[in-house]
């Protein structure tokens, strides 16, 4: 069943940027924040945590993360909270196959005994085959098992089978929302503009989910796709970079929706800081958890009416008073 998109504003609202496979951020992120205990059980009653997407992507273990959170999903609603993970790029591009920001760690994370065992036979045949190669292609056979093992990474078979449309993870990532909506705060993974906002979040979230459950090749999809549209909400920088008519824009997407901000990630920020713009109309929360070594653990945390930047270990800090809403 699709999430409700539109949700009233809770007395804590906790927002995690791009993960990109870090759990042991992902945990240290959540027990600072206050979400959970030291068992990682669900305390914080009914807060509500929102993770804006990119779980996958240049990944350590992704698997993990997402078990984490459709677990923590459970425990939050049972105590009269709420987990939220939206639909980022990253997710859109695994699910069709489109594996250019994947290494070998993230494919390795899906792999399995069976897996394992399968690959190494398979090496060991093609090996075998190469010492049969005639004199004009023959080379170094260090360097062309190598290139082997480069071409036939271990675990991206079950890593395919589990994110595709019907695979165990892949149906979860297609139900995601793109966007959502709790209290005057809009959540997206980069940004809302007005064209895509025209016919409402339930709208684009259905839009969404029809062609996340498409059997296409990411990179195949047409333009106007929501998926692979640079202004849309999976891609669009404007929120963060600025530019031309980008005011205008986000006053008309707040207008429509009675909203006081926008929270994005998507574009890093540039000192792995959280940031707040446009009179603190938009707050861009992706500090690069997932960058182990030179990116920052973060969250916003929304609550008594104001935005705080928690940069664990440390305790937040005040950014400023969350605004009124543009009506």
């Not at 980022?88 to 591009?93: L, M, P, T, V």
């Not at 995601?176 to 005057?184: D, F, N, V």
């Not at 404007?238 to 006081?260: C, D, E, P, Q, T």
Request: proline share 5%; hydrophobic share 45%.
């Amino acid at each position: 069943m699709a999430e409700t998109c539109v949700h009233k504003m809770p007395k804590k609202i906790v927002v995690i940027g791009d993960l990109q496979g870090n759990i042991e951020g992902l945990d240290a992120i959540l027990e600072a924040a206050g979400l959970v205990d030291e068992s990682g059980t669900w305390a914080a009653g009914d807060a509500h945590l929102v993770q804006l997407g990119d779980i996958f992507g240049r990944a350590s273990e992704p698997k993990e993360c997402c078990d984490r959170l459709r677990e923590l999903a459970r425990r939050a609603a049972n105590a009269g909270g709420r987990v939220h993970v939206l639909l980022g790029n990253h997710e859109a591009e695994v699910v069709h196959r489109y594996e250019f920001e994947c290494g070998a760690q993230e494919y390795l994370n899906f792999a399995t005994q069976a897996s394992l065992a399968a690959w190494e036979h398979n090496r060991d045949a093609a090996e075998e085959a190469f010492w049969d190669m005639s004199e004009d292609r023959s080379m170094p056979i260090s360097n062309l098992v190598a290139a082997w093992e480069l071409l036939h990474p271990l675990g991206r078979d079950e890593f395919r089978a589990a994110l595709k449309p019907s695979g165990q993870y892949g149906r979860w990532l297609c139900s995601l929302p793109a966007a959502i909506q709790i209290g005057t705060l809009l959540f997206s993974h980069a940004g809302l503009l007005p064209k895509w906002t025209g016919d409402g979040l339930d709208a684009l979230n259905a839009r969404a989910r029809r062609e996340m459950a498409l059997d296409a090749y990411f990179a195949e999809m047409p333009e106007e796709s929501i998926l692979i549209a640079p202004d849309g909400p999976l891609w669009c920088r404007a929120l963060a970079w600025g530019g031309k008519g980008v005011r205008r824009a986000l006053a008309m997407v707040l207008r429509r929706h009675g909203a006081a901000a926008q929270i994005v990630g998507h574009t890093p920020t540039l000192d792995g800081w959280i940031h707040a713009r446009y009179s603190r109309r938009v707050v861009c929360v992706d500090t690069g958890i997932g960058q182990r070594k030179s990116g920052r653990l973060s969250a916003l945390v929304v609550t008594d009416g104001a935005f705080w930047a928690l940069y664990p270990p440390k305790k937040p800090r005040l950014m400023g008073p969350v605004p009124e809403p543009l009506g």
